[in-house]
Nanobody, 129 residues
Framework: DVQLVESGGGSVQAGGSLRLSCAASALSGYTFTRACMGWFRQAPGKEREGVAAMYNRLVLKSYYSDSVKDRFTISLDNDKNTLYLQMLSLKPEDTAMYYC???????????????????WGQGTQVTVS
């Protein structure tokens, strides 16, 4: 089975920054560049929302939700098989559990939709005060 392990969450003051990491387990043989990979978040009492994704079709393209565009950056280190989410200018409304997700299935899907992903990490908490 593929395992995704997130790290890098924590507590920061508004205006601060964090970088989240998501590593795919080496034993799984899964590589992020196969299809689609992304970051989601879920605040208490709210639905999980997609905030950033990279979708590898003919070219690798990045997608962002309006709420994080121009503040968050998704990136991929192929050598380390690790996905990152750099978060700048954090706001209290960014407080949530952040999840890494990946898709290992074929097909064209919306990259920021939760239903597009079949592999999920356990999450890392981000708190902005």
């Amino acid at each position: 089975d593929v395992q995704l392990v997130e790290s890098g969450g924590g507590s920061v003051q508004a205006g601060g920054s964090l970088r989240l990491s998501c590593a795919a387990s080496a034993l799984s043989g899964y590589t992020f560049t196969r299809a689609c990979m992304g970051w989601f978040r879920q605040a208490p009492g709210k639905e999980r929302e997609g905030v950033a994704a990279m979708y590898n079709r003919l070219v690798l393209k990045s997608y962002y939700s309006d709420s994080v565009k121009d503040r968050f950056t998704i990136s991929l280190d192929n050598d380390k098989n690790t996905l990152y989410l750099q978060m700048l200018s954090l706001k209290p409304e960014d407080t949530a559990m952040y999840y890494c997700a990946a898709r290992s299935l074929p097909g064209v899907v919306p990259p920021l939709a939760e239903s597009s992903y079949n592999i999920w990490g356990q999450g890392t908490q981000v708190t902005v005060s």
